[in-house]
């Protein structure tokens, strides 16, 4: 039914996508990442979408080093913002429709309520600011099109936060984290699964809509890591900090919660709660 490409295949969003593909025999999934396609190419990715036919996108493709983006500008850019204007330009070309993912970062932090799809950007570092040019693009240049924005993305594949906190509680008897960063921390997973369940509605979608996924409820950095150990079972005393004690190279919004009402009420879903889903992640990580 639908010729479908996923970029960034082998990060956490695209491994979920590729693990939930078998439940959509009608879709031809084509999962790609740097070496099977380097999207930074136009030319390379415009063989290969006249080769395969492709009718829908979904750019996974990221470069997510918060961190490392203020030293590594160029290549953040490159592929946050340069990548996704190239595949905006040949979607628009072929009559592609195409899903972004995008980041709560490109928010400042600064509201203390739930970020709506229609407030404004206002990043904060290189990272963010990346993601923040990739959305302009595809808003840009897309007659029609989605973005998706989530927050805190974790899972069982690839690194991320939950594998950090279980990885130094095993090596330390005591972590400090911070407590005064709020937001959702959102199992990619569930993301994976209502992107899935986006494709069938993308007609509905007039111009470039952009929607808001994470999971269920709010929760600070130490909370998430509590959380974990809690959860697994893990001893090891966690101390909270604030941001101010513990600095790092970029910057981060100090609330970043998003509104998911829109994306709820186009898929008429149910989220799942950010514990609920932690749950499930970590069993998969204690079982693999």
Not at 169 to 175: G, R, T, V
Not at 198 to 205: A, E, G, L, N, R
Not at 236 to 260: M, Q
Not at 261 to 281: A, G, H, M, Q, T
């Amino acid at each position: 039914m639908y010729q479908i490409l996923v970029t960034g295949a082998n990060g956490q969003l695209g491994n979920e996508i590729r693990n939930l593909a078998k439940d959509y025999p009608d879709y031809t999934f084509f999962f790609t990442d740097v070496d099977e396609l380097d999207i930074t190419s136009i030319v390379q990715t415009e063989d290969f979408l006249n080769r395969q036919k492709i009718g829908i996108i979904v750019n996974c493709a990221a470069y997510n080093v918060v961190d490392g983006a203020e030293k590594d500008t160029e290549t953040a850019f490159l592929i946050n913002s340069i990548a996704v204007k190239y595949i905006a330009q040949l979607a628009r070309k072929k009559n592609i429709f195409c899903i972004h993912v995008s980041s709560d970062y490109v928010f400042d932090g600064m509201k203390n309520m739930p970020y709506l799809e229609s407030d404004q950007p206002n990043p904060l570092s290189a990272y963010a600011r990346s993601k923040h040019e990739g959305e302009t693009q595809v808003q840009n240049i897309l007659d029609k099109g989605a973005i998706i924005r989530t927050s805190w993305l974790y899972s069982s594949y690839g690194n991320n936060f939950v594998k950090t906190i279980l990885k130094h509680a095993q090596e330390k008897d005591q972590l400090k984290v911070v407590s005064d960063q709020v937001g959702t921390p959102t199992y990619a997973a569930d993301l994976a699964n209502a992107i899935l369940q986006f494709i069938p509605h993308h007609k509905q979608i007039n111009g470039v809509g952009i929607f808001h996924y994470s999971n269920e409820g709010i929760a600070s950095w130490y909370d998430f890591a509590k959380a974990i150990l809690e959860i697994s079972g893990i001893e090891c005393k966690i101390e909270p900090v604030d941001t101010r004690d513990y600095p790092l190279p970029a910057h981060r919004p100090f609330y970043s919660v998003l509104n998911k009402s829109k994306i709820k009420s186009f898929l008429d879903i149910e989220i799942p709660y950010w514990r609920d889903s932690l749950k499930v992640c970590l069993n998969k990580i204690k079982s693999s």
